[in-house]
Each structure stands twice: as C-alpha cells, then as structure tokens.
C-alpha cells in the first residue's frame, strides 16, 4: 500500500524527451542556484517576478476533480508494478482512491482527508486506520493533504519560497527559489506559464533527497491547462521512477464517494 500512497505524491511535472534531456544536462552541469540573474529593473526580470506571482498562485481551481491514472512504477529494488488507479476529489475535504489490478479486480479502496488515511485491502480483506501524518511518514516529504490535492491536479508544490534567479530562454524561463525545506528549480513555458520541470533539492545537509518533476501533453480541459502525461523521479537511499498517464478527466462534476467498510475486515 506505501507503493500506491508513494505514487500519489510522485504526480506532478514531464516534457518532451528532447526538454528533459535539455534540462538535465544543464542541471547536472551547475547547480539548480546557479542560473544566471539579471538586473532588477529588465524587462526578462520583470517577466521572471510575473512568472514567479503566477505559480505562488495555484492556476487551477476546482469544485471536484475526477480520472483514470495509468500507473508505471519502477524502483531501485528491481521492482516494477503497472495498474490503474482512479481518484476522485472534492477540493479541500476529501480525496477516493481505487487500485484496479490484473483482470480488472479492485485491489484497494482509499479514503484521505485532511486529518485521516483509511485503506481497505480488499484482498486480504483488511481495514487501516491512519492519522493524516501518515503521508508524510510514506513519502519522508513534508506535505499535507493540500500539498497531494496540488501534485494531482498538477498546481505547483513547494514554492512558498525566495526567488533568487532566473534565466531567460525566449520561449521559456528557468527559476531558482530557496524555501525551508527545498532548493527548487523550475522551468516554465512563457506564452501559458506552463510548468515543464520541478526540480526540488534537500536544503538539509545531512540528506541527499532530491525529486524530478515533468509535465507533458497539457491540453485543454473547460477553462484550465492539464497535463495529462508526468514522470516523477524520486531519490534518496532508493530511487523511485513512476510514468502517470492521465485520461477521463473531469472537473466540476457530482461526483459521490463511496466507502463502506464490510463487517468481516479485519483491524490491521
């Protein structure tokens, strides 16, 4: 069940392949802070500052959200697990997740809301009951059930922070901002302020956590920009790679939540 939370969190951020090769190739030239910055007063910094106002402020909002998530994940443990996962969500109070495995059989069933994580295991017909800072506990990141809802639907995460320098590409700009927990690095399309890449960088010494982030296929969806297609990579003693494909989204539908618990579950 820690793979199928780990997931949730790993959604957010892919390019191209020709973009991600970019990126990298610079990221692993020179630190994510070392982008060159302009005076103040330019005309590319001012467009950075507008850049950076644009992501503090998530460019999706929503009633309800619902999709089906083709899942592909890969870990340095040699393990590798394909299903399909469809989450639903009302924003700010409740989030209903199903795992369908092989054969179309529902493996688990997840209930998440901000103060509470309640996992059926319909397998091995099980029942947990966990406080919210389970998820924190899962993915060693320090989110909340916000911070989830926003990795979902594809807002960015984690930049409550201190823009401390861009780089002007002509179609795209390159941010670096410094928070409490992360060094983040991102890459933004100019004409939508689309975001391309998230790189986020442990500010703690003594750890070496580092997450990638891309986001690919956005398309229209009613009045928003969605990215249908992410990668994640997540590292630090382990490496974690997760492909998301996203299809049959909606938002602002009655969507219902249901989640009854049968009387032969056990307590696990």
Known sequence: MKIILGFLFALVLLVSCRSSRKIVTVMTVKDTT?????????????????????????????????SKIKVDYRDSKDRKYDFNAFVRIRKDSIMWVSVIATLGIEAFRVRITPDSVIILDKVNKTVQYKPASYLREITQLPGDFNTLQDLIIGNPVFTNA????????????????????????????????????????????????TASLVYDAYEPNGKWRFSNIRRVTLSEKTKIDVALEFKQVEFDRPLSFPFSIPKNYKLK
Request: charge should be negative.
């Open 162 to 209: 201190e823009l401390i320098a861009y780089q002007d590409e002509g179609g795209r700009i390159n941010m670096s901002m410094i928070g409490p927990f992360f060094k983040h690095f991102m890459t933004l399309e100019k004409l939508n302020f689309d975001l391309l890449f998230s790189k986020l960088d442990d500010t703690d010494p003594a750890r070496s956590r």
């Open 34 to 66: 070392a982008v060159v910055a302009a005076p103040v007063e330019s005309d590319s910094a001012r467009m950075a500052h507008e850049a950076a106002a644009r992501v503090q402020s998530p460019r999706i909002d929503f009633n309800t959200f619902s």
